[in-house]
């Protein structure tokens, strides 16, 4: 290792609070992760150039369901079959800032010392402020452990798998796929479930059952946004947004045929969610 890299190495690493801060795994969850969370915000580099699998609020994973039990914690981001079953949780004493750097690609290492992820990646959080993240087992894999920076010199300082980390009791960051950062709002007892449509009016079957339903108003919503996503982008470019509405007025019509059957709207959702999605990348 040459002077350079060992001074601005020795200089980070002073400045990291973590080391000798990890605590050992639990079975038990923290209370206050207990329940449903909902993502209300998807975050991404905005410094950076590479192209991502997600955008900026991406309507894959804005609106999407984590449910954390002791004895499994699921989501229904349907691009990953990934639910944990048997979690022990790992917490670790830091900074959001050194918890990213030590995550996330996309940063040199050692970093510039004016490397700030949490700023690039719009978080509403003091970038050095202590805070403890918590990781997850699943049985004896880390979840989503395929996440995180293979920097030889960071070594067993590296923070791999998907992260998490309170900004509030009911708010949450969420270190996620494709170096995302989630922002998950807890879902309390009352909260109404959301379309994006006016569920007082809802007016055949498969609308009442989507207002009955969180994760079908969510998928609702989702597809709502990607279709104006897709609209605008077709305005913008000159041309006929008409093919697109049209086509949308005919989904929604094959969509109604499942009257209040769950599965099939569900199934219906994901793939026209994905079908918008990849329209507007052409």
Aim: aromatic letters at 10%; charged letters at 30%; a positive charge.
């Amino acid at each position: 290792m040459n002077n350079r890299l060992s001074r601005w190495l020795l200089i980070f690493l002073t400045c990291m609070p973590s080391a000798g801060s990890t605590h050992a795994f639990a079975e038990t969850l923290p209370k206050e992760l207990i329940g449903q969370w909902q993502v209300q915000e998807v975050h991404t580099n905005t410094a950076s150039g590479r192209t991502s699998q997600y955008a900026w609020n991406d309507p894959r994973l804005r609106w999407r369901i984590f449910n954390f039990k002791n004895k499994v914690v699921e989501n229904n981001t349907y691009d990953f079959y990934d639910d944990c079953k048997k979690p022990s949780i790992r917490s670790i004493d830091t900074t959001f800032r050194d918890a990213m750097l030590r995550s996330i690609g996309g940063y040199d290492y050692p970093p510039h010392e004016n490397a700030n992820p949490v700023s690039d990646y719009r978080l509403i959080t003091d970038a050095k402020k202590p805070v403890r993240v918590f990781s997850l087992s699943c049985g004896k894999d880390l979840w989503q452990g395929d996440l995180g920076v293979s920097y030889p010199e960071l070594g067993k300082l590296a923070i791999r798998g998907a992260w998490m980390a309170f900004t509030s009791d009911d708010r949450l960051y969420l270190r996620w796929r494709d170096e995302t950062v989630l922002l998950l709002n807890k879902i309390t007892k009352d909260a109404p479930e959301k379309a994006s449509f006016d569920c007082a009016k809802a007016s055949n079957n498969t609308e009442r059952e989507i207002c009955s339903s969180r994760e079908l108003s969510g998928f609702d919503r989702s597809i709502s946004d990607a279709y104006m996503r897709l609209l605008n982008q077709t305005q913008d470019a000159g041309e006929n947004e008409k093919i697109i509405a049209d086509d949308q007025h005919k989904w929604i019509k094959k969509r109604n045929t499942c009257n209040s059957d769950k599965k099939c709207i569900l199934s219906l959702m994901k793939f026209r969610l994905q079908f918008l999605v990849d329209q507007s990348r052409t």
